[in-house]
């Protein structure tokens, strides 16, 4: 596994990554490659890299698993701002170092997601035609779920607020970044937090099972309008071309 930072031409700040490699890896072949992007609140290290990462590079590929724009290693400040718009222009600028490399084959590109990322990589290939084929694992609508849930199905009176922080962060106040998950397995069952899907990422993301430096589970609140107002499957019916497994 090699660790590389990298900026494209029309990127402001560097993206970290992690290359792994398969088994024999000779830089002078040829390997069908995979972009692998990590959760909503993770880090390259975590499931993009350690679990499906890892797999696909032991079945032959190369993977390069990398930190989104404002979080993990990756550039951009303010830190913690999940814009989906970015998060899909990532993968695009992650391929366009990709196939510098002389190691990969450029016919024969791939991604593949995992929740928030799972999203993102199928919204990627609707436009991104260098994307040959694209997996998405448990993938999930960010702005269904930040419509939805994360407004508790008030999605104007959350943009409001989001406006109104934002205003105050200008002018030089603090900072508002939400976190996402309880801080521990312990404090998730004393506060009736026990939920499935919450309490099974506090016990992967918060635990030594899973949890990574870069890892924050964290949101910048003012920095979210964009997710209210973006849909991972809009036009899927008219531009998805490419093989697509859920």
Same mark, same amino acid.
């Given at each position: 596994?090699?660790?590389?930072?990298?900026?494209?031409?029309?990127?402001?700040? /560097? #993206?970290?990554?992690?290359?792994?490699?398969?088994?024999?890896?000779?830089?002078?072949?040829?390997?069908?490659?995979?972009?692998?992007?990590?959760?909503?609140?993770? *880090?390259?290290?975590? =499931?993009?890299?350690?679990?499906?990462?890892?797999?696909?590079?032991?079945?032959?590929?190369?993977?390069?698993?990398?930190?989104?724009?404002?979080?993990?290693?990756?550039?951009?400040?303010?830190? %913690?701002?999940?814009?989906?718009? !970015?998060?899909?222009?990532?993968?695009?600028?992650?391929?366009?170092?990709?196939?510098?490399?002389?190691?990969?084959?450029?016919?024969?590109?791939?991604?593949? $997601?995992? *929740? $928030?990322?799972?999203?993102?990589?199928?919204?990627? =290939?609707?436009?991104?035609?260098? #994307?040959?084929?694209?997996?998405?694992?448990?993938?999930?609508?960010?702005?269904?779920?930040?419509?939805?849930?994360?407004?508790?199905?008030?999605?104007?009176?959350?943009?409001?607020?989001?406006?109104? !922080?934002?205003? #105050?962060?200008?002018? $030089?106040?603090?900072?508002?970044?939400?976190?996402?998950?309880?801080?521990?397995?312990?404090?998730?069952?004393?506060?009736?937090?026990?939920?499935?899907?919450?309490?099974?990422?506090? /016990?992967?993301?918060?635990?030594?099972?899973? !949890?990574?430096?870069?890892?924050?589970?964290?949101?910048?609140?003012?920095?979210?309008?964009?997710?209210? $107002? %973006? /849909?991972?499957?809009?036009?899927?019916?008219?531009?998805?071309? !490419?093989?697509?497994?859920?």
């Amino acid at each position: 596994m090699e660790k590389v930072n990298f900026r494209n031409a029309d990127m402001a700040w /560097d #993206i970290s990554a992690l290359i792994l490699h398969p088994p024999g890896f000779d830089k002078a072949g040829s390997y069908p490659t995979i972009v692998s992007v990590h959760p909503f609140g993770s *880090c390259k290290e975590q =499931t993009s890299s350690a679990v499906y990462g890892k797999a696909l590079a032991e079945a032959g590929y190369v993977v390069i698993a990398y930190d989104a724009s404002y979080q993990g290693d990756s550039g951009g400040s303010p830190r %913690w701002i999940e814009d989906p718009t !970015q998060r899909v222009e990532d993968i695009s600028h992650v391929i366009d170092y990709a196939v510098t490399l002389p190691y990969v084959d450029a016919d024969r590109i791939g991604v593949i $997601g995992v *929740c $928030g990322g799972g999203a993102y990589v199928l919204n990627a =290939t609707m436009t991104e035609k260098r #994307i040959k084929a694209v997996v998405g694992i448990t993938p999930v609508n960010l702005g269904r779920l930040f419509r939805e849930a994360f407004t508790e199905f008030n999605p104007i009176g959350a943009l409001e607020a989001m406006a109104a !922080q934002r205003t #105050i962060e200008a002018r $030089g106040g603090e900072l508002q970044v939400n976190e996402l998950l309880p801080p521990s397995i312990e404090f998730a069952k004393d506060n009736g937090l026990t939920e499935r899907d919450v309490f099974e990422a506090t /016990d992967y993301y918060k635990t030594p099972r899973g !949890q990574q430096p870069g890892g924050a589970t964290r949101m910048l609140f003012s920095h979210a309008q964009n997710t209210l $107002g %973006w /849909d991972a499957f809009g036009f899927a019916e008219l531009l998805m071309t !490419q093989p697509m497994m859920v």
